[in-house]
């Protein structure tokens, strides 16, 4: 599995329609808070399965997320510990 944290920040744009069928799936924008590698893969790949396609950002520090928190974000998830 592919390690989360190397995944470059990518351009933030508006979400779309969830996919029924064949067409692509919906984009997301993501700030995931989190400090595990794994755990985060883990959250991505159940929103793919869902039928999303999150552009994302790992960040483990307070720092870094106050950096990258964003209005134009669709969804913070965040580590409970």
Request: proline fraction near 10%; aromatic fraction near 4%.
């Given at each position: 599995?592919?390690?989360?944290?190397?995944?470059?920040?990518?351009?933030?744009?508006s979400?779309?329609?969830?996919?029924?069928?064949?067409?692509?799936a919906?984009?997301?924008?993501?700030?995931?808070?989190?400090?595990?590698?794994?755990?985060?893969?883990?959250?991505?790949?159940?929103l793919?399965?869902a039928?999303?396609?999150?552009d994302?950002?790992?960040?483990?520090?307070?720092?870094?997320?106050?950096?990258?928190?964003?209005?134009?974000?669709?969804?913070?998830?965040?580590?409970?510990r």
């Amino acid at each position: 599995m592919p390690n989360p944290a190397s995944h470059p920040q990518a351009p933030l744009h508006s979400p779309k329609k969830v996919a029924t069928d064949d067409s692509r799936a919906d984009a997301v924008k993501i700030l995931i808070v989190e400090d595990n590698d794994d755990d985060a893969g883990l959250l991505l790949r159940e929103l793919r399965r869902a039928g999303f396609e999150p552009d994302w950002v790992r960040v483990d520090t307070e720092p870094d997320y106050l950096a990258h928190l964003q209005p134009e974000l669709d969804l913070v998830l965040s580590d409970f510990r």
